[in-house]
């Protein structure tokens, strides 16, 4: 399995208050991804990463930044959540199978809850 | 946008094959990818195949590819209540910075 960790697993927070999630992996990749799975839409990717200091928007970033200061930790802030956030996020990484395409991996997701 | 669908359920009798359907709108895709996702747990990558190719087979999974038709299909065969999931097609829409975009989910109910 790949080295990835999310941090917290699980998380309830209050409307309004700021969240920030933690990915961390240690092999050394340079991409990076934050997700969200909600039923009915499978996983929609929040930001991403293509480098240290280097992030870009996905396809439903309001609401939510990113920071990659070091390349093992990408770091997900709601700065104010709302209970439209309430979802799992998923963070991956990317990495070359052995045929050499690039593809993603999975970390075990960040359940959190906004009440 | 690019755009992938899937069926959200399908339900097998143990030991028979599963077909898990997806279709996709974007002709520049180049790599298309199935995932499974157990309760609770993150995305496993079971297998992709390159878009130049028409079918890839890995044990009991065969990959078919329609390029024309923008159809891709994962058949489990012999399925057993280990497959019993959650499987996702994807697509690499922008080739050279990996995004990936994802199906909604086929949720694989297994039938004793």
């Known amino acids: 399995d790949a080295g990835i960790t999310q941090s917290p697993r699980h998380k309830v927070t209050e409307t309004g208050t700021p969240v920030t999630l933690r990915c961390h992996q240690t092999?050394?990749?340079?991409?990076m991804y934050w997700y969200r799975q909600d039923p009915g839409h499978g996983l929609r990717l929040i930001h991403y990463?293509?480098?240290?200091?280097?992030?870009d928007k996905g396809e439903v970033s309001d609401g939510y930044s990113v920071s990659r200061s070091k390349t093992e930790d990408f770091l997900l802030t709601l700065e104010s959540a709302t209970s439209s956030q309430t979802s799992v996020y998923f963070c991956?990484?990317?990495?070359?199978?052995?045929?050499?395409?690039?593809?993603?991996?999975f970390g075990p997701g960040t359940r959190l809850l906004v009440l | 946008g690019e755009d992938v669908e899937q069926s959200l359920f399908l339900s097998v009798r143990e030991g028979d094959s599963s077909v898990i359907n997806c279709t996709y709108t974007?002709?520049?895709?180049?790599?298309l990818y199935w995932y499974k996702q157990e309760p609770g747990a993150g995305l496993q990558l079971l297998t992709y195949?390159?878009?130049?190719?028409d079918m890839k087979q890995d044990q009991r999974l065969t990959v078919l590819l329609n390029k024309k038709d923008k159809h891709l299909s994962l058949r489990i065969a012999d399925t057993q209540t280990g497959d019993s999931a959650i499987y996702f097609c994807?697509?690499?829409?922008?080739?050279?910075?990996?995004?990936?975009?994802f199906g909604t989910g086929t949720r694989l109910t297994i039938i004793p």
């Open positions: 974007d002709s520049s895709s180049t790599y």
């Open positions: 990463s293509y480098g240290v200091k280097d992030t």
């Open positions: 195949i390159f878009s130049n190719m």
């Open positions: 994807a697509e690499i829409s922008n080739f050279g910075n990996e995004k990936l975009t």
């Open positions: 092999e050394n990749h340079r991409y």
């Open positions: 991956a990484i990317s990495g070359r199978e052995a045929g050499g395409q690039e593809t993603q991996y």
